[in-house]
């Protein structure tokens, strides 16, 4: 195995289980073996993000509790065989998997994946540091905004008080005025957060997600960053015109 990343984030909403999924998929298309464990126990979104929920027959509090091994919740993506997901559940609290048992389940995909990254729940309680316990590396991920700040920092002491590298710093949704905003923009995260590695920076998306190649690009060069690259993420500018017209046409 070459690694395990675990994406993290303060607050809710700002795009962890989307990076998550960009980071499966991108590695799938690479060629890599990878594993998404979604530990955000009774709100998994990860098997929706790939077109998988209606595969999913066990998940992670099964394998906790003894239910299945972890093989039959493994779910294969349809169209890259090299990806695979283990749900969490989605009626079951944060209790039902901890440290340990999350420890057994990552030693026994060792073998089988190059990457393991696990989806966090956001904020910083028990599945919080389950998810954080069986980690190499840490990303924590933000928008920018005071609140989002402070929970952001909080999250990376929290990250380096359990003897983890510094993690790594994605901001999401990043519009040209932030890049230079003194008091929550980009220069405030790396102020408070320093230390941290600036790996990512996601401009906010025009229309829908997956039709913005500025943001597909600015993921993939984030993952390729948190798997062991050292690309420095090029400043997010206002969208030419063309880029503009062309989604205002497909709106």
Known sequence: MQGVV????GKGGVGKSTLAAAAGLFLAKAGKRACLIDMDMGLRSLDIMLGMEDRVVFDLAD?????????QALVKHQDYPGLCLISAAQTRGSEAVGAMQA???VQQLADRFDWVIVDCPAGVGRGFRAALSVAQQAVVVSTPGPVELRDAERVAAL????????????LNRVRPQHMDQEEWGLPAYLKRLEGSRLT???PEALGPLAQDRRVAAALELAVRNMTGEDIPPLPVARPSLLARLSQALRA
Do not use: Y
């Open 6 to 9: 675990a994406i993290t984030s």
């Open 63 to 71: 394998v906790a509790e003894g239910m299945c091994r972890v093989k």
């Open 103 to 105: 420890r057994r389940v």
């Open 159 to 170: 990250i380096r008080h359990m003897d983890l590298p510094d993690p790594m710093l994605v």
């Open 200 to 202: 990512g920076l996601i």
